[in-house]
């Protein structure tokens, strides 16, 4: 089948472990060694734990061993509940993720980066995100009695990107966690998707780092553990599709039309054309160079920031909760 085809011929970059892990397991639902898979359900949200055990899942998946939550919330840009919702499951992974890697000590600053570029509103997740968030460390330094037991020490950094700063993200999280002795970093970042449906919708929190830029094709160096020194959490949630990817899942719909035109010789492509050559006789070759985001990108970001900011807020903070966030946050 050329569906089974065409994902073996075609690069497919993949940000979301929840995609590649579906996409791995196939039609069949075949188990994936070394990779452990579990999944509940709440009124709005689904969470999907990915657990890359040992050094074949992670071969397999193509990412580092590690825990990678997946929270998606189809309604969260169009109902205030499910927004609430993906918030406070989304406190909860970031808060499973803490106490796991980082130290209970709140004197000691968690350095807090938005990648991306903000004046590209689909790169702009991580930008908004530190608007809209608090930095504590500068009571920590004069008034600590007024924050203990209430706040962590945070601090935060919008990064931007090399071409407006001639410096990768990684050179200049590195240099700002070493001045502050940071205990932590946590970084987010806009991703790409496989599925369409999955735009502003989906939100990835996990322990192993990030490499900007991989759904995209354009690598960056990556920000994890091994690069940093100290414990990386990164969240991200998908603003972009690459065309690409897109055309190849038109290409997969469309599969039967497309065999008859494989094994016969119609169309543009020539006789016993290859999958990969029949998507370069739909759209020129510089396809790789485009992505697709959804028109109200704007408001994605918006939604998606205010989400991932509850969810921090809540997470790292004794004196933010539920019932309190929104004097913290404007969402």
Do not use: W
């Not at 918030?87 to 992974?93: D, G, L, S």
């Not at 370069?280 to 510089?286: D, F, G, H």
């Not at 109200?296 to 790292?316: N, P, R």
């Amino acid at each position: 089948m050329l569906k089974d085809r065409f994902f073996s011929e075609l690069p497919v970059n993949c940000d979301l472990a929840s995609e590649a892990h579906a996409l791995l397991r196939g039609d069949k639902d075949i188990e994936i060694p070394g990779v452990k898979e579990e999944i509940s359900t709440k009124k709005f949200t689904k969470i999907t734990k990915i657990t890359i055990i040992n050094d074949e899942g992670a071969r397999i998946m193509g990412r580092p061993k590690g825990q990678y939550i997946t929270i998606d919330a189809p309604m969260v840009t169009e109902d205030f509940a499910a927004m609430e919702e993906a918030a406070f499951t989304t406190a909860n992974a970031i808060g499973e993720l803490v106490t796991k890697h980082i130290s209970s000590n709140r004197h000691t600053p968690i350095l807090i980066c938005g990648l991306g570029n903000e004046r590209v509103t689909a790169d702009a997740l991580g930008p908004e995100v530190i608007k809209k968030s608090l930095s504590t460390r500068q009571f920590f330094l004069s008034s600590p009695e007024d924050v203990l037991g209430k706040y962590r020490s945070i601090v935060l950094l919008r990064t931007d990107v090399l071409a407006n700063t001639g410096m990768e993200a990684a050179e200049i999280i590195a240099a700002a966690a070493n001045q502050i002795n940071a205990s932590a970093i946590i970084v987010i970042d806009a991703l790409a998707a496989l599925g369409a449906e999955r735009l502003g919708t989906s939100f990835q929190i996990s322990d192993c780092g990030i490499t900007p830029g991989a759904g995209l094709g354009n690598i960056r160096s990556a920000i994890n553990r091994e690069t940093m020194g100290i414990p990386v959490i990164a969240l991200g949630v998908p603003t972009v599709i690459r065309m690409s990817t897109l055309i190849d899942q038109i290409i997969a719909h469309h599969e039967p039309s497309l065999e008859h035109q494989h094994n016969n010789g119609k169309g543009d492509a020539p006789t016993g054309a290859s999958p990969k050559e029949i998507t370069n006789s739909i759209l020129m070759k510089q396809r790789e160079h485009f992505a697709v985001t959804p028109k109200d990108i704007d408001h994605v970001i918006e939604k998606a920031a205010s989400t991932l900011a509850v969810g921090l807020h809540i997470a790292l903070h004794q004196a933010i909760d539920q019932t309190n966030y929104h004097e913290y946050i404007n969402v």
